[in-house]
């Protein structure tokens, strides 16, 4: 394990053990009791434009081109038929800034809601919200039942602006809260705000946000040896919040606490994504990826040829008990160093062992001085996390 991982886990107080243990733990099985459904997921890359230059942003592919609506139902057309055995069908639109394709989407919607397609279908955006609109709030609040929209704040308006180069005042947040109150605000975490995570998150919880969903920005940009240290802090201390909070407050739990972390106990070893079969990404063009980090948007290049050329799991991987959560993939290797075959993200894969760390550390102490499942808090009936919860607790005692 890093030196920087170890130091992280004594910063979180988590016996260097635990290493060992989630190895073991990995090879246990838990299965979800909570629903038969099954989802097939398409992203379409609606737009390869952005006002925006974030620090982070990884799509060095930009150019003006949208998709056409005639490329959106060809390629949704050739989904759906292929999707039979799954129940429901979502669409996320995708991009470098989806809004810049707002006509087309409010089209191919429309089509889709005039369709006889027997299947559910759910539509879904992320958005930095600087480009919404009088008429997109409009059509959006009258589509808002089948409509996910979020929208990306990176925290305070400090932080907004040095990973964003624009002003949280620049966009609407009224408008998301009161529409879609239930849906976290995003905030990504660049090395530039790494040390202002627990700021950002309350600045945002007093914006009306209940909840904030952080993930740490993917790149090359990070420091090996100080990087996992400080984001251990800043878990801790974010932890600790939580906490000591009341237990009537509106305030649910950042997303980088709880997140993924009964993925670790699967005994099946890959990518939760699913890439090419729960999940497939169309370019602008039209061309089909296992996902968006495949597309020319992300690789500014056409390496990946076809839906099934990569499994984006690499072989080193697979002995690593952290694996199944991991954002580091064949992908984002061609993205940061033009080879596939070299993992270009370790600092990355440090980052989120210290995630699981922290979850580790929440969750138990949750339970230990609460006497309460994380499950209970969220108010929701998933048999994974109560399962997580239990096994955090337990990891968490020695």
């Not at 925290?155 to 009161?178: A, H, K, P, W």
């Not at 090359?220 to 919040?241: G, I, R, V």
């Amino acid at each position: 394990m890093h030196d920087s991982v170890v130091g992280a886990m004594n910063t979180l107080g988590v016996c260097a053990l635990l290493h060992t243990l989630l190895f073991e733990a990995s090879m246990v099985s838990i299965e979800s009791t909570s629903t038969n459904t099954k989802t097939r997921f398409l992203s379409l890359l609606v737009s390869e434009s952005c006002n925006l230059s974030c620090v982070y942003c990884y799509e060095k592919g930009k150019t003006s081109s949208l998709m056409s609506i005639d490329t959106a139902k060809s390629v949704f057309n050739e989904f759906y038929n292929n999707s039979q055995e799954y129940d429901n069908i979502f669409i996320e639109f995708f991009g470098a800034e989806p809004l810049y394709a707002f006509d087309m989407i409010r089209s191919f919607c429309e089509w889709i809601k005039s369709g006889s397609f027997e299947k559910p279908i759910g539509f879904k955006i992320i958005t930095n919200g600087t480009k919404l609109s009088p008429t997109m709030k409009k059509w959006f609040i009258e589509n808002k039942d089948s409509f996910f929209l979020y929208v990306s704040i990176d925290g305070t308006e400090e932080m907004q602006r040095i990973n964003r180069g624009c002003s949280v005042f620049d966009i609407d947040y009224s408008f998301f809260l009161q529409n879609w109150p239930h849906l976290p605000v995003r905030m990504t975490v660049s090395p530039y705000t790494l040390s202002k995570i627990v700021e950002g998150t309350n600045y945002l919880h007093s914006l009306g946000f209940p909840r904030v969903s952080s993930h740490i920005a993917i790149g090359d940009m990070w420091d090996a040896h100080d990087s996992p240290l400080a984001l251990a802090e800043q878990l801790k201390e974010l932890s600790d919040y939580y906490l000591q909070l009341p237990s009537d407050t509106q305030s649910l739990p950042n997303t980088i606490l709880i997140g993924q972390l009964f993925q670790i106990f699967k005994t099946k070893k890959g990518k939760d994504c699913n890439p090419g079969e729960r999940k497939v990404t169309a370019s602008v063009a039209g061309e089909l990826f296992q996902c968006h980090l495949q597309a020319p948007l992300s690789t500014a290049a056409n390496t990946f040829k076809k839906i099934s050329s990569q499994c984006l799991f690499m072989e080193d991987c697979l002995s690593c008990c952290y694996c199944n959560i991991c954002p580091t993939c064949e992908a984002l290797n061609f993205i940061f160093s033009k080879d596939c075959s070299i993992n270009s993200q370790k600092v990355i894969c440090a980052l989120s062992q210290v995630i699981v760390q922290a979850s580790v550390y929440f969750q138990s102490n949750l339970i230990v001085q609460k006497r309460k499942n994380l499950c209970d808090w969220l108010d929701i009936p998933n048999e994974r996390l109560k399962a997580a919860g239990k096994a955090c607790l337990e990891l968490g005692r020695l």
